[in-house]
């Protein structure tokens, strides 16, 4: 079945290091693909998202990729800091569905 | 702008009984989603209402159900509650035509 999913579920860093969080989907129909940051005891936040007709995006030190060949996406952190520790989740909307498919998470630990 | 809402944050219930939650979206929203969180699961789509009307379900029992008032305001309901119905469940919200979703802060059900 469809689904999104997590290369690893914990990634720990060292403060001012940049991250990469990846992510695989099955679903080649899916062609909008959003980025969540979940601190504990909170919702989702919105990240980052990108369309399928694209292949980067970027934001303020966030910046995603988006590899559709090997249906793959990662979220780059920039000088990861210690307010960046959190879950992160990627989701994907497959095209004609309002429901978001989200994947397991990655637990991002930031070291002082 | 305010964000998503919810309440109320934390319930305790008893199985057997029934739980509503409430959700107020972001003002301008008149899309608002459900989700189920739990740690082995993950993230769960639940139903997404739009103007009123259930526009979409996830794989959920009929003990789940929902509704959407003139206000974009939506609640959820849960009957006949189970231990595995323990979870924090999260309301999104997002604009007509948007795809991006803002989720609230959640409400966190204890089922004893």
């Known amino acids: 079945g469809e689904s999104v999913g997590l290369h690893l579920p914990t990634l720990s860093v060292q403060e001012g290091d940049n991250s990469i969080i990846n992510c695989a989907y099955s679903n080649s129909a899916s062609d909008y693909f959003i980025w969540y940051k979940q601190e504990s005891g909170k919702g989702p936040q919105f990240i980052i998202d990108?369309?399928?007709?694209?292949d980067k995006r970027q934001g303020q030190r966030v910046t995603v990729l988006l590899n559709k060949t090997v249906k793959h996406l990662s979220l780059q952190i920039a000088a990861t800091q210690p307010g960046d520790s959190a879950v992160y989740f990627c989701?994907?909307?497959?095209?004609?569905?309002?429901?978001?498919?989200f994947g397991k998470g990655t637990k991002l630990t930031v070291n002082p | 702008k305010a964000g998503v809402t919810q309440t109320p944050r934390y319930l305790i219930k008893t199985r057997g009984q029934q739980v509503t939650l409430s959700c107020s979206p972001i003002s301008g929203h008149r899309s608002v989603s459900w989700y189920q969180q739990t740690p082995g699961q993950g993230l769960q789509f639940l139903f997404e209402?739009?103007?009123?009307?259930?526009?979409n379900k996830g794989n959920f029992p009929g003990r789940f159900s929902g509704r959407q008032f003139s206000n974009s305001r939506s609640e959820m309901n849960v009957s006949t509650l189970e231990l595995g119905d323990s979870a924090l469940y999260l309301c999104?919200?997002?604009?007509?035509?948007?795809?991006?979703?803002?989720f609230g802060p959640g409400t966190r059900l204890l089922v004893l």
């Open positions: 990108i369309r399928s007709n694209m």
């Open positions: 989701a994907e909307n497959q095209g004609g569905s309002e429901k978001l498919v």
């Open positions: 999104a919200s997002r604009q007509g035509g948007e795809e991006t979703q803002y």
């Open positions: 209402y739009f103007s009123e009307t259930q526009r």
